[in-house]
């Protein structure tokens, strides 16, 4: 990723000229692009109603009531805060078919934007203008990367509407006397974005977490469960995390395997037989099934399988552990931060003693879980695919 300068925000260092950034692609014409639906659509592109939408989603819960005076967001909790993210929500519900080519143009043209600001500075230092310049550069900035933010997660929010799924909208429309029940749960259907692999990881993870609220939380039944609705944030926001970390993972895992297997040299025959006639019988069954022709659950827990993607992750160090799972922009922290927030509400604000707990049935729990890893894993194929286009900078 391009090391762009920290936000001025933040209190980081400040923007470096276009000749000590890494060289962008060749960027095309400044001149600001225009959709032929763009002006017809431009006049209500707060308000879209979903009139023509030929894949309108329901809601998650029946009863749920949207206030029609919102801004509608195809189910998606966190509301668009710059024009490109309106165009691209009123497009994902009324033109779903031109979604990802107008995402497209508005980053190649929030590139090119970028490039000019950052260009006429690189030209005026040492000038009396440099100030300004410098000065409208650090504005350009701030105002692409909200914009960013917003095309990402439309991305995001298009990922889901393709596999037809409805995001769970924030929290506060959905509980009644302190319960909240999803309906229907949508398993089957947030699960087959994953693999065997990743898939038998999520499962332990939700587990983990189900039992681990079970314990920690007031006894009230088998079926029912209470959590605190920060801490219910909290979950969600890692389990996020674990999703983007376990795309990470599996990625790095199928480029090295593939590499692996592209150098091996098989061994003679003779060797393998060799080496099979001599060893006991559960030998035999490791030394094959290290070659993936057995599956691990054949094998004892001691054995590590690299090319199993749990084995593979059990021989990470310290310092590959933490490479994998740390979020590789700002935006893609600033929009976890977001979403969590749009989902949870203003209660993640208030003191833990304030919180208020929330009853739920596992499934619900289970649900809202799933969409989280499934939220961290589209966040990494969309932070991929923007940063060819606009290079993004390193957090």
Same mark, same amino acid.
């Given at each position: 990723?391009?090391?762009?300068?920290?936000?001025?925000?933040?209190?980081?260092?400040?923007?470096?000229?276009?000749?000590?950034?890494?060289?962008?692609?060749?960027?095309?014409?400044?001149?600001?692009?225009?959709?032929?639906?763009?002006?017809?659509?431009?006049?209500?592109?707060?308000?879209?109603?979903?009139?023509?939408?030929?894949?309108?989603?329901?809601?998650?819960?029946?009863?749920?009531?949207?206030?029609?005076?919102?801004?509608?967001?195809?189910?998606?909790?966190?509301?668009?805060?710059?024009?490109?993210?309106?165009?691209?929500?009123?497009?994902?519900?009324?033109?779903?078919?031109?979604?990802?080519?107008?995402?497209?143009?508005?980053?190649?043209?929030?590139?090119?934007?970028?490039?000019?600001?950052?260009?006429?500075?690189?030209?005026?230092?040492?000038?009396?203008?440099?100030?300004?310049?410098?000065?409208?550069?650090?504005?350009?900035?701030?105002?692409?990367?909200?914009?960013?933010?917003?095309?990402?997660?439309?991305?995001?929010?298009?990922?889901?509407?393709?596999?037809?799924?409805?995001?769970?909208?924030?929290?506060?429309?959905?509980?009644?006397?302190?319960?909240?029940?999803?309906?229907?749960?949508?398993?089957?259907?947030?699960?087959?974005?994953?693999?065997?692999?990743?898939?038998?990881?999520?499962?332990?993870?939700?587990?983990?977490?189900?039992?681990?609220?079970?314990?920690?939380?007031?006894?009230?039944?088998?079926?029912?469960?209470?959590?605190?609705?920060?801490?219910?944030?909290?979950?969600?926001?890692?389990?996020?995390?674990?999703?983007?970390?376990?795309?990470?993972?599996?990625?790095?895992?199928?480029?090295?395997?593939?590499?692996?297997?592209?150098?091996?040299?098989?061994?003679?025959?003779?060797?393998?037989?060799?080496?099979?006639?001599?060893? @006991? $019988?559960?030998? &035999?069954?490791?030394?094959?099934?290290? +070659?993936? *022709?057995? %599956?691990?659950?054949?094998?004892?827990? =001691?054995?590590?399988?690299?090319?199993?993607?749990?084995?593979?992750?059990?021989?990470?160090? @310290? $310092?590959?552990? &933490?490479?994998?799972?740390?979020?590789? +922009?700002? *935006?893609? %922290?600033?929009?976890?931060?977001?979403? =969590?927030?749009?989902?949870?509400?203003?209660?993640?604000?208030?003191?833990?003693?304030?919180?208020?707990?929330?009853?739920?049935?596992?499934?619900?729990?289970?649900?809202?879980?799933?969409?989280?890893?499934?939220?961290?894993?589209?966040?990494?194929?969309?932070?991929?695919?923007?940063?060819?286009?606009?290079?993004?900078?390193?957090?």
């Amino acid at each position: 990723m391009a090391a762009l300068h920290a936000r001025p925000a933040a209190g980081g260092g400040g923007l470096q000229p276009v000749a000590a950034r890494r060289a962008s692609s060749s960027s095309s014409s400044s001149a600001s692009f225009r959709y032929s639906c763009c002006w017809q659509l431009q006049g209500n592109i707060v308000n879209w109603k979903s009139k023509c939408a030929n894949k309108k989603l329901q809601s998650t819960v029946p009863g749920a009531k949207l206030d029609d005076s919102e801004f509608e967001s195809v189910d998606a909790p966190l509301e668009p805060q710059t024009w490109e993210g309106s165009f691209l929500c009123g497009l994902l519900k009324n033109l779903p078919h031109i979604f990802l080519v107008a995402a497209a143009k508005q980053l190649h043209e929030l590139s090119n934007q970028r490039e000019d600001t950052l260009n006429r500075w690189e030209h005026s230092i040492g000038s009396e203008e440099d100030c300004l310049h410098r000065r409208i550069a650090e504005m350009k900035e701030q105002e692409c990367q909200t914009a960013i933010e917003d095309i990402m997660y439309m991305l995001i929010v298009y990922k889901f509407f393709k596999i037809e799924v409805p995001m769970v909208p924030n929290l506060s429309k959905l509980i009644s006397n302190k319960r909240l029940q999803l309906w229907p749960p949508r398993e089957t259907d947030l699960e087959s974005i994953h693999g065997p692999e990743v898939l038998e990881l999520i499962r332990e993870h939700l587990t983990s977490i189900i039992r681990w609220v079970h314990r920690n939380g007031p006894k009230i039944n088998r079926s029912t469960l209470r959590i605190k609705r920060l801490q219910f944030g909290r979950i969600y926001s890692a389990s996020i995390m674990y999703g983007y970390f376990l795309k990470s993972v599996s990625i790095r895992h199928r480029l090295e395997l593939t590499l692996t297997r592209s150098q091996e040299i098989p061994p003679p025959i003779q060797f393998l037989n060799a080496q099979l006639t001599s060893t @006991p $019988k559960q030998e &035999q069954e490791e030394t094959v099934g290290g +070659s993936g *022709e057995i %599956s691990s659950s054949s094998k004892p827990s =001691s054995v590590v399988d690299p090319y199993d993607l749990k084995g593979y992750m059990m021989g990470f160090d @310290p $310092k590959t552990l &933490q490479l994998c799972a740390k979020l590789r +922009s700002p *935006e893609a %922290s600033n929009l976890i931060e977001k979403h =969590s927030w749009a989902l949870f509400g203003e209660n993640m604000k208030l003191p833990q003693e304030n919180d208020e707990a929330v009853i739920l049935d596992p499934s619900s729990l289970k649900r809202l879980l799933l969409e989280a890893i499934a939220f961290g894993s589209f966040l990494w194929d969309v932070e991929d695919y923007v940063d060819e286009i606009y290079n993004l900078q390193d957090s």
